[in-house]
């Protein structure tokens, strides 16, 4: 049986506010070590912000970081997981919907933890090259 979401995520992960800034989201990931911050609205999930999404959304767009809310650039469209799905699930989302991490939410949907495709492969133990990539510590 293959472990499930809930024993390989990185729980409380990072979030902010709708109206938080892309300069603020993007504190967090580098002080953070991290590549996204989840959106909230009331606490309940609502978007996903990543460093590639400030580079592409906002700043080539020459958008300043320090007024645009996560709202006018964060993902809103969403494929979530529950802490109880298994990891072949996430594994299979992320192929179908060609992303790298996944919020993890619960009945109330609010988050919970994160899943990257890093969390999956060391789950699935020493195999192949994403295996040790992922072990690796950041090179920050």
């Known amino acids: 049986m293959p472990p499930r979401?809930?024993?390989v995520m990185t729980s409380a992960p990072q979030s902010l506010p709708l109206d938080a800034t892309l300069y603020e989201a993007a504190r967090i990931m580098r002080d953070e070590g991290i590549g996204d911050v989840l959106v909230t609205y009331g606490g309940r999930l609502c978007g996903v912000i990543t460093d590639r999404d400030i580079v592409v959304r906002?700043?080539?767009?020459s958008r300043d970081t320090s007024l645009t809310p996560l709202g006018d650039v964060c993902t809103a469209e969403l494929t979530t997981l529950r802490a109880e799905d298994d990891t072949e699930t996430a594994a299979q989302l992320m192929c179908e919907h060609a992303v790298r991490r996944l919020p993890v939410v619960d009945a109330m949907q609010r988050p919970v933890g994160i899943v990257t495709i890093g969390d999956l492969a060391v789950a699935n133990g020493d195999v192949g090259p994403l295996h040790h990539i992922s072990k690796a510590p950041p090179n920050n």
């Open 5 to 7: 979401v809930g024993d």
């Open 58 to 61: 906002a700043v080539a767009e």
